[in-house]
């Protein structure tokens, strides 16, 4: 698409996991936290941890990170969390997506993109969803630190908005500031921005923001 985009891009800091960190990181106001709530992910939220996720101010959209999680174990979790958004990984359906979305929070559908991604499938998600967002494809479900071919997108037709995913990092800042696209609403930052996994460096984070006037 060649128009221009006119809103600033929203910021989610993904994989945030650590008691201080949390509240470190939210203190920079980005638009989104994300919590992974994935036991494989070596991001895996504790309970202790997320006992915090209340406590983020009301500004910043707490964002639960499900794959392929039972339906009411999700629904637990947005009201034990007060979780602000759901970023669904996995395969869920439509009618997951939706039950989800009954619930009053937004929701995040995402896939993994590489050249034989059918977008032909995102249509029947068209009225489930809020956003799309696309990663690089992995058999992880997204933290992999790889970025995947932008160009890909040029093959996205629907105008639900989408986050950015996928090994972004400070040297793509240049890069972002170009992209026209009005659908591209958030970037998706994580493993490029960690110290250890779920530790994230605060200072570098702040100079991102800066790069590309979060």
């Known amino acids: 698409m ?4 006119k809103m600033k891009l929203k ?6 996991k650590q008691a201080a960190n949390i509240a470190a990181v939210a203190e920079l106001h980005p638009d ?3 919590f992974i709530f994935y036991q494989k992910s070596p991001r895996f939220i504790n309970e202790v941890s997320a006992e915090l996720i209340k406590y983020i101010p ?15 174990t999700v629904k637990a979790y947005i ?5 602000k958004a759901v970023q669904l990984h996995g395969k869920e359906s439509e ?11 937004e929701v995040i559908k995402a896939f993994g993109l590489n050249r034989d991604f059918d977008f032909n499938q995102l ?14 494809q992995t058999p992880g479900h997204g933290g992999s630190g790889k970025v995947f071919d932008w160009k890909l997108l040029q093959n996205y037709t629907l105008n639900i908005p989408y986050f950015l995913s996928g090994g972004i990092d400070k040297v793509h800042a240049k890069t972002i500031a170009e992209i026209s696209d009005p659908r591209l609403y958030a970037l998706d930052i994580n493993s490029k921005f960690e110290l250890t996994p779920g530790l994230k460096d605060v200072d570098k984070i702040k100079v991102f923001k800066a790069l590309t006037t979060l």
């Open 2 to 5: 060649k128009e221009l985009r």
């Open 11 to 16: 910021l989610k800091i993904c994989g945030m």
């Open 123 to 136: 249509l029947s998600y068209s009225r489930t969803i809020d956003y799309f967002l696309f990663d690089t």
């Open 58 to 72: 009301s500004s910043i959209k707490t964002t639960g990170v499900f794959v392929d999680e039972e339906l009411e």
């Open 95 to 105: 009618t997951y997506c939706q039950e989800i979305k009954l619930t009053g929070v």
């Open 32 to 34: 989104y936290l994300g």
């Open 79 to 83: 009201f034990r969390y007060n979780l």
